[in-house]
């Protein structure tokens, strides 16, 4: 196939109806696009895995993996219930993702000890999905903290939004992270008597960076007191730089507040205001509806604009994006029924197109979409192991899986306006937290297959991952490989190259890096012996393809011993070849001996005062004195011993003291002192 660097999709008539089953429950939440127009998803669920998937732009899977963060060897605590909630994608070619993690203690008892406590969690990955850095930020006590929400900005650093609950009013913070980690301001949404940050994954928020720079954020909040429960919706703006307040507006919610939706994206317009996406719910007509909140540059309403289909009272809108660079915005919204609309306002909000889907989804609500290569890419996911992916023409036309819609648009009258005021000072219920970095990895792979539902093509191209010719490279630990693509990669795993064909499709060749621990890194540690059992269990260093004990050729980095006598294990790879031994025992304690003597006149016989051979304890320091109490000789290694002389001067005849630190096989400490002569 000839391949060239870079070319557009020429078929943009072409789309598709795709369903995939995976081997483990996902539910995806969002995705977004990559430098290279492929499609990287974030898979979320409360209660089984979380993960990501890769997609080209055809619907073909590069990868899907699953996360987890592996025990901690700290007592019995761990980590584990690694929750994900958002992702951003930077300037480079990588990712962030958000969410929280949960710290295990002790089950005894129908008892935790100590309490399981809910920690925030960022991580930084690769464009393989590899874990480049993850971090945690959790309260001093037992109160939960999570990230809701993150962004990008322009110089490579994120923006994040941490929640928490304890007591309430429930309240955010807002901190900038850089791409090494590091916290470069941290801003607290103090809103007064106002209840803004909800426990993730309650969002109820959504976070851009606008054109000047400057951070702007639009979320629910509410007001709990002993007389009334209000909803508000909360937008302002931060200084990137130092996290400062520039303005904020707040509009009371004329309805329940409990049925109040959550601000799910924020469009910057041409003439610098702003469109905030959510849904309202009329009390008077019990209708639920998009609703697109337009304000001026620094938040203040303009005009507020319903969009909902004519035979449905509860359609909510699921995302909104922005559509070209004339302030067009796509808009995906979820019908009561489960079915799917794309449509299209422009910058004053007026309907331009709307598109239906559902024909064979079998009630699979929309979850997530983006537009790549002039094209609309929409995933309807739920709690399962199955999933859709629709993909559309440049303006939603999806044929063989649309349905008939009328569309009502119409003008809401603008919410009054509310006074709300943030402070970045610690409220009375302040959450002070610890953060450091820990381990999250991608150990698992969660295998997905694709059935096709309906499909056109235009003979032109299709997407190619070939799953067939797998590229497999060995490399030994410490050693790199270049890609096709000039990537360096030095860790094993997964790895592809996307090469773009002459009429513009995706071709992905997958690498898989097989990583040789080096040989000489083998080793079965010291002697050991039968305590108190007729058998031990002995074992090699972890890490290689297989194990030669004595004659026995197994995949396995133990060996269970019962008999006494000396073991040998071996292995070989590309990188080498190596045997280790180790003697295990009858008896764990064996006696001390040492000589009462000994002659250093250069004959060769007993020149040296040193532990004998016979003593099969281990030292750990051996000591000589004169008897003025002065060190002569001090030795860590057995097989040191004193040849009589002091700095190359022969000491004289006479008795010397010695001092020996051993331990048994066991641990066991044992002092030994006493006396000995020299004799010339």
């Known amino acids: 196939m000839l391949c060239t660097p870079s070319h557009a999709q020429d078929c943009d008539s072409n789309y598709f109806s795709f369903s995939y089953s995976a081997s483990a429950f996902v539910n995806y939440i969002k995705t977004v696009a990559t430098p290279d127009s492929l499609m990287m998803s974030l898979a979320s669920n409360e209660y089984y895995q979380h993960g990501l998937t890769k997609f080209t732009a055809q619907g073909d899977v590069v990868f899907s993996y699953l996360y987890n963060s592996p025990f901690i060897a700290n007592g019995y605590h761990s980590w584990t219930d690694l929750f994900f909630t958002d992702i951003a994608a930077t300037a480079g070619s990588n990712y962030f993702v958000v969410g929280s993690v949960t710290k295990h203690g002790v089950f005894s008892d129908n008892t935790e000890t100590p309490p399981a406590r809910t920690a925030a969690v960022i991580c930084k990955l690769d464009k393989y999905g590899k874990v480049i850095w993850s971090r945690f930020f959790a309260s001093q006590n037992t109160d939960p903290l999570a990230f809701s929400n993150i962004i990008a900005l322009g110089n490579g650093d994120v923006v994040v939004y941490l929640t928490t609950q304890r007591g309430l009013p429930y309240y955010g913070k807002v901190i900038c992270v850089s791409t090494n980690g590091d916290i470069k301001w941290m801003t607290i949404l103090n809103t007064g008597d106002y209840r803004s940050g909800d426990l993730a994954p309650s969002t109820k928020r959504s976070l851009i960076q606008a054109k000047n720079g400057n951070i702007v954020i639009g979320e629910a909040v509410f007001k709990y007191d002993s007389l009334s429960a209000d909803g508000a919706y909360h937008f302002l703006s931060l200084n990137a730089v130092n996290g400062a307040v520039n303005w904020e507006t707040g509009y009371d919610y004329f309805s329940n507040p409990f049925k109040m939706q959550d601000v799910v994206?924020?469009?910057e317009l041409p003439d610098g205001g702003?469109?905030?996406?959510?849904?309202?719910?009329?009390?008077?007509s019990a209708i639920q509806r998009p609703l697109n909140i337009i304000t001026d540059s620094k938040g203040a309403i303009k005009k507020m604009i319903a969009i909902y289909p004519s035979d449905d009272p509860a359609s909510h809108i699921v995302d909104a994006k922005p559509d070209g660079s004339s302030g067009n915005q796509a808009v995906l919204i979820g019908t009561s029924d489960n079915k799917t609309i794309l449509l299209q306002v422009d910058r004053n909000g007026t309907l331009n197109w709307a598109r239906k889907y559902g024909k064979s989804d079998n009630g699979m609500p929309p979850a997530c979409f983006l537009k790549i290569n002039n094209a609309y890419d929409i995933i309807l996911s739920d709690f399962?192991?199955?999933?859709?992916l629709l993909h559309t023409d440049p303006i939603g036309r999806l044929d063989c899986d649309s349905i008939g819609l009328t569309m009502i648009q119409e003008t809401v009258p603008a919410f009054n306006e509310s006074n709300i005021h943030t402070e970045n000072v610690p409220p009375a219920n302040d959450v002070l937290f610890s953060t450091g970095f820990f381990v999250v990895q991608n150990t698992d792979?969660?295998?997905?297959t694709r059935a096709t539902v309906c499909q056109k093509n235009i003979p032109c191209c299709i997407d190619v991952v070939d799953t067939t010719h797998i590229n497999n490279v060995s490399l030994c630990e410490g050693n790199s490989y270049k890609l096709p693509d000039n990537t360096?990669?030095?860790?094993?795993?997964?790895?592809?190259v996307s090469y773009k064909t002459l009429k513009g499709c995706d071709s992905v060749s997958l690498y898989k890096i097989s990583i040789a621990k080096n040989p000489a890194a083998l080793s079965l540690g010291l002697d050991t012996c039968f305590t108190e059992s007729d058998s031990v269990v002995l074992h090699a260093t972890d890490g290689y393809t297989s194990y030669k004990w004595n004659d026995l050729i197994t995949q396995s980095p133990d060996y269970t011993a019962h008999q006494a006598g000396t073991y040998t294990v071996s292995v070989s790879n590309i990188c080498g070849a190596k045997t280790d031994s180790i003697h295990v025992y009858e008896q764990c304690e064996?006696?001390?001996y040492m000589p009462n003597a000994f002659t250093p006149n250069g004959d060769h016989l007993n020149d040296l005062f040193r532990v004998p051979s016979v003593n099969l304890n281990r030292l750990i320091r051996f000591t000589i004195y004169n008897r003025w109490g002065k060190v002569v000789f001090e030795t860590t290694k057995i097989n040191d011993g004193w040849d009589g002389n002091l700095k190359s001067i022969p000491q004289q005849e006479g008795i010397y003291i010695y001092n020996l630190q051993m331990e048994t096989i066991t641990g066991k400490r044992i002092n030994q002192k006493g006396t000995f002569t020299l004799v010339r």
Do not use: E, R
């Open 274 to 284: 702003f469109s905030f996406q959510t849904s309202l719910n009329d009390p008077a």
């Open 445 to 448: 792979i969660n295998p997905i």
């Open 265 to 267: 994206s924020i469009v």
């Open 488 to 496: 360096v990669v030095k860790d094993s795993g997964l790895y592809y």
């Open 384 to 388: 399962s192991k199955n999933f859709h």
């Open 590 to 592: 064996f006696p001390v």
